[in-house]
């Protein structure tokens, strides 16, 4: 194979491995664009379930407190029957006292269920709304998530497409080089690297001016003393490409 020819695709499989680890680099990150919201979504749920908990909790203290009234309301009847009954002054009193400390209780423990009861529907309110909240965020994560499961597909075939491509572009390099490549790009991040004016732009060094006219002849494939990354001068291989990928401008419309 030619020199530059070995060049062009030793470019091509650089540019591959770039695409590729792009689309990489995009399908691992994807799914993570989501977390904050998964985070929210965690806090206001463990809000939530706080909430119902403490909420459970006061409807059961209010039960027992409603069972203990309806318990008192029954001894009272018993203390009134007892009232009634009452055969001398002393009965009497002390039935009366009795009478008397029942419906107290009963009037005081009445009030301290009314108040829980009313803090019960507000707290009941809340949790209504929060709920609402919370299914609203649910929702919204979830049609992320059905969005982002497309975007991610579609990233995926680009990425297969781009495997393709790079493997394609490694086959055509040849073996003395394929090993030279990947030891450059796993050390540098990348091994082909062109020359403009004499500066190698992977590590910004003029080269020796004898190197630079070797390049020139486009004979054999040399590296940068500095960097050791593969070299060509820009201007020879690049300037020489096939320029189809350009449009071609309007052709002046003619006149009617
Ligand atoms: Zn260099």
């Given at each position: 194979m030619?020199?530059?020819?070995?060049?062009?695709?030793?470019?091509?499989?650089?540019?591959?491995d770039?695409?590729?680890?792009?689309?990489?680099?995009?399908?691992?990150?994807?799914?993570?664009?989501?977390?904050?919201?998964?985070?929210?979504l965690?806090?206001?749920?463990?809000?939530?379930?706080?909430?119902?908990?403490?909420?459970?909790?006061?409807?059961?203290?209010?039960?027992?407190?409603?069972?203990?009234?309806?318990?008192?309301?029954?001894?009272?009847?018993?203390?009134?029957?007892?009232?009634?009954?009452?055969?001398?002054?002393?009965?009497?009193?002390?039935?009366?006292?009795?009478v008397?400390?029942?419906?107290?209780?009963?009037?005081?423990?009445?009030?301290?269920?009314?108040?829980?009861?009313?803090?019960?529907?507000?707290?009941?309110?809340?949790?209504?709304?929060?709920?609402?909240?919370?299914?609203?965020?649910?929702?919204?994560?979830?049609?992320?998530?059905?969005?982002?499961?497309?975007?991610?597909?579609?990233?995926?075939?680009?990425?297969?497409?781009?495997?393709?491509e790079?493997?394609?572009?490694?086959?055509?390099v040849?073996?003395?080089?394929?090993?030279?490549y990947?030891?450059?790009?796993?050390?540098?991040?990348?091994?082909?690297?062109p020359?403009?004016?004499?500066?190698?732009?992977?590590?910004?060094m003029?080269?020796?001016?004898?190197?630079?006219?070797?390049?020139?002849?486009?004979e054999?494939?040399?590296?940068?003393?500095?960097?050791?990354?593969?070299?060509?001068?820009?201007?020879?291989?690049?300037?020489?490409?096939?320029?189809?990928?350009?449009?071609?401008?309007?052709?002046?419309?003619?006149e009617?």
């Open positions: 030619l020199v530059r020819e070995q060049l062009e695709v030793l470019l091509q499989l650089q540019t591959s770039v695409k590729v680890r792009e689309l990489e680099g995009a399908v691992t990150q994807l799914p993570a664009k989501l977390d904050p919201l998964r985070r929210d965690a806090k206001l749920t463990t809000m939530l379930d706080a909430e119902k908990a403490k909420l459970a909790e006061t409807e059961a203290w209010r039960k027992t407190q409603q069972d203990l009234i309806d318990r008192e309301r029954e001894s009272l009847k018993a203390a009134q029957h007892k009232f009634q009954q009452s055969k001398n002054s002393k009965e009497y009193g002390a039935a009366s006292r009795e008397d400390n029942k419906r107290k209780s009963i009037t005081d423990r009445d009030a301290e269920l009314k108040k829980v009861s009313e803090a019960f529907v507000t707290s009941t309110a809340q949790l209504e709304s929060r709920e609402k909240d919370v299914s609203g965020v649910r929702s919204e994560l979830e049609s992320n998530e059905a969005g982002q499961k497309d975007q991610l597909d579609g990233l995926k075939a680009q990425l297969a497409a781009a495997i393709a790079r493997d394609a572009a490694r086959a055509k040849d073996k003395q080089w394929l090993k030279t990947d030891t450059l790009t796993s050390k540098k991040g990348y091994a082909v690297a020359v403009i004016k004499g500066v190698c732009q992977g590590c910004h003029a080269l020796p001016p004898q190197l630079n006219n070797i390049l020139a002849r486009m054999s494939i040399e590296t940068c003393p500095r960097c050791a990354r593969l070299v060509y001068r820009k201007e020879l291989l690049e300037g020489a490409q096939p320029v189809t990928a350009n449009p071609t401008p309007d052709a002046p419309k003619p009617s």
